[in-house]
């Protein structure tokens, strides 16, 4: 499949139709500040690892690849041992449980995705859908299974990026608890004003509070390490939890309830895929050294801590985390705890935004409203409609759940299953394009699939108490998704069987000969090798021809990015007739008039102010004969519906702008 699984994205604009997924976003510029760089997905940064130190890339990695992960200890241990409570040994199941958060953190964090995952990078970025356009590439043709593959992870992550603010933003209020017990009926009400205050601000962009994002989680961290050092010396025999016997005996002798417990286990390694995600925007070198030399001692150290006061103090079970503190710096550390989770989640959200983007070029989705935050950064974004879902979707759990205790079972079993589908497409990466012996590149990856399908069995009997959440929220992306990838194709194919040719029509226009005027036609279109339906209307009704007719299309690739020496083919049609075909990379806006700009020096006279665009504006409607059934018909003309117009898209000026409109059935 050599432009992506895009080729089939039709839109009801025949110039967002671009073949191989040129339907992506409306790009509206409002040179505000730039975003805050999110967690999930990737970026749509012009390679900003390039540019800076070492150690001011590893400190804004530490800001934005962190928060998830990050803020785990306030949950994790606490809901592993809930299960545990008065069954067997006090002292073992701490033992045991706080070596398994150990060792999970080492095996699917360090030795996953730090060691292995993060050298399968598409072009620098990383994240499921530029891992599946790295083995779709590899295979070198299309492959439904890889494609579905994508799609499933990708929407998955939607699941994950709409619990984690709600159990995040609730677990740092709760501390509000232990300094004031009379602050428990308020609880829920600053959870919800912090939250839609989050989601508010998302339209500015965060840029300018994105730069203090490193250094509070630096401070978060050495607070995690300080907080758990300062409890070592309760019970030092804590540190024989760094003995995986003791973890693996506490499997092996709970039977049921230590399949539970892993469930809960898996808490501590949320946020893990997001080291793979950034990569784009950081690099790989910067996340590795922040992971290796200050988060995960950190992480480890708050872990030890916790199990130490709660060997020394079983009563402090109810919530060990906030418990390590002294009583003068509770307050504070809720503060600061609450802080962190608010970088966690805006993390997430902005991961969700690079995440659409992507899933919109390459033709998963329609391309919806996409408002540029920055003039100076390509990929900081806002998505109106994923930024109102999120936040309905948030607030909905809050209510729902009410507690993080409660948030923690619906949580689990969408990161789990995102990480396995990571796992199958790094398998393919590893064969296909490593040209790894197939045995070897099963034994690498098909360990960590083993463990993460343990996880994610555990996570399933979540799935009733919560675990549906994710599971619905998945499956409903799944289906838009591949709903507007059928139609899509169904509507290429349509339109190509009852177009004709563009070689033909121009054989037609040489004798019919109809009346020229001057200046330029561009006519955008999704097939350049049949005419375009806004040039058949124009002659039709117009009459007329312009002196120069060029006709665009628009390539989506499997990269990341596009250089400038191949952005565009030109070929010669006739003497008036040239066909362009523009190149874009996944994470890139589609700026027609620029690229079109820059073929001057191949010799294209192109000249903006006498340049007149044409674009062919469809209007769906059901057809009994699609090919799917009346609902799914249905889904795709609603999900076209959500479509940003294509002058936006395509960053036309408007008063350059023809449409030509009709009637297209399904």
């Known amino acids: ?20 997924g040129a339907n992506g976003s409306h790009d509206h510029h409002d040179h505000g500040q730039g975003h805050g760089q999110g967690h999930g997905q990737g970026h749509g940064h012009d390679h900003g690892h390039s540019h800076g130190s070492l150690a001011s890339l590893t400190l804004g990695s530490i800001g934005v690849v962190y928060g998830d992960i990050g803020t785990s200890p306030l949950y994790a241990l606490r809901e592993s041992l809930a299960h545990t409570a008065g069954v067997g040994s006090h002292d073992e199941n701490v033992l045991g449980v706080v070596s398994l958060l150990i060792w999970a953190l080492f095996l699917i964090v360090t030795i996953k995705y730090v060691i292995f995952v993060m050298r399968a990078d598409n072009r620098g970025e990383g994240g499921t859908l530029a891992l599946m356009a790295l083995a779709q590439s590899a295979i070198g043709r299309k492959s439904i299974g890889v494609l579905f593959l994508g799609i499933l992870g990708a929407s998955l992550f939607t699941g994950d990026a709409i619990i984690t603010p709600a159990i995040s933003v609730l677990s740092a209020v709760e501390g509000l608890k232990l300094v004031a017990p009379a602050l428990d009926h308020y609880i829920l009400p600053i959870t919800f004003v912090i939250l839609i205050t989050l989601f508010m601000v998302q339209s500015h962009g965060t840029g300018s509070v994105a730069k203090f994002f490193g250094p509070i989680m630096v401070i978060w961290f050495l607070s995690l390490a300080a907080m758990g050092a300062s409890h070592l010396g309760d019970a030092p025999r ?7 016997l003791y973890g693996l005996t506490f499997l092996f002798s709970h039977g049921l309830l230590s399949f539970v417990v892993m469930g809960s286990v898996f808490l501590a390694v949320t946020g893990a895929e997001a080291l793979y995600a950034d990569m784009g925007h950081f690099g790989r070198r910067p996340i590795q050294l922040a992971w290796s030399f200050f988060v995960l001692p950190a992480l480890i150290i708050n872990y030890l801590g916790q199990g130490a006061l709660l060997l020394a103090n079983p009563e402090a079970m109810d919530n060990p985390f906030f418990l390590m ?27 969700a935004f690079s995440l659409a983007r992507q899933a919109i070029q390459l033709g998963l989705l329609p391309r919806l409203e996409i408002h540029h935050t920055s003039d100076k950064q390509e990929g900081q974004i806002f998505i109106p409609r994923v ?24 949580y689990g079993i969408a990161v789990t299953a995102s990480m396995v589908v990571d796992s199958m497409l790094a398998f393919v990466v590893l064969w296909r394009l490593w040209k790894w012996p197939v045995w070897r590149a099963l034994a690498t990856m ?20 919560g675990g549906w959440v994710p599971v619905l929220v998945g499956s409903m992306v799944v289906l838009m998704m591949w709903t507007w990838l059928r139609g899509s194709g169904f509507l290429t194919s349509k339109t190509h069987r009852d177009s004709i040719p563009m070689r033909d029509l121009i054989r037609m226009l040489e004798k019919s000969k109809p009346t020229r005027v001057s200046g330029t036609a561009v006519f955008l279109t999704s097939d350049a090798e049949v005419a375009p339906s806004a040039l058949m209307h124009n002659l039709k009704h117009n009459k007329v021809l312009h002196e120069r007719v060029f006709i665009v299309s628009v390539n989506t690739e499997q990269t990341p990015r596009v250089s400038a020496d191949k952005r565009y083919e030109i070929e010669k049609l006739s003497e008036d ?16 008039p620029a690229a079109l700009a820059t073929m001057r020096k191949a010799g294209l006279k192109f000249d903006i102010m006498t340049t007149s665009f044409f674009l062919g504006r469809r209007s769906l409607k059901e057809s009994p004969n699609s090919g799917m059934p009346v609902w799914q018909d249905r889904l795709f003309i609603m999900l076209s519906r959500q479509a940003a117009n294509a002058t936006d898209f395509f960053s036309i000026p408007s008063d350059r702008v023809v449409e030509l409109g009709a009637q297209v059935t399904v």
């Not at 080729?7 to 073949?19: I, K, Y």
């Not at 463990?451 to 108490?465: D, M, P, R």
């Open 1 to 20: 499949m050599p432009h992506g699984p895009s080729d089939q994205s039709l839109l009801n604009t025949e110039a967002g139709t671009a073949p191989h």
């Open 238 to 244: 804590i540190l024989y939890a760094f003995n995986p």
């Open 325 to 351: 503190a002294p009583d003068w710096a509770l307050l504070p550390l809720v503060i600061l705890a609450t802080v962190a989770t608010i970088i966690a989640s805006q993390a997430t959200i902005t991961g």
């Open 387 to 410: 930024n109102r879902t999120l936040l309905i979707g948030v607030l909905l759990l809050v209510a729902m759940f009410k507690s993080s205790s409660a948030l923690a079972s619906a």
């Open 446 to 465: 098909g360990t960590f699939f083993v463990i993460e399908s343990v996880f994610f069995s555990a996570n399933l009997l979540k799935l009733f108490e």
């Open 577 to 592: 007739f040239t066909k362009v075909t523009l190149h874009f990379g996944f994470m890139e806006s589609p700026r027609v």
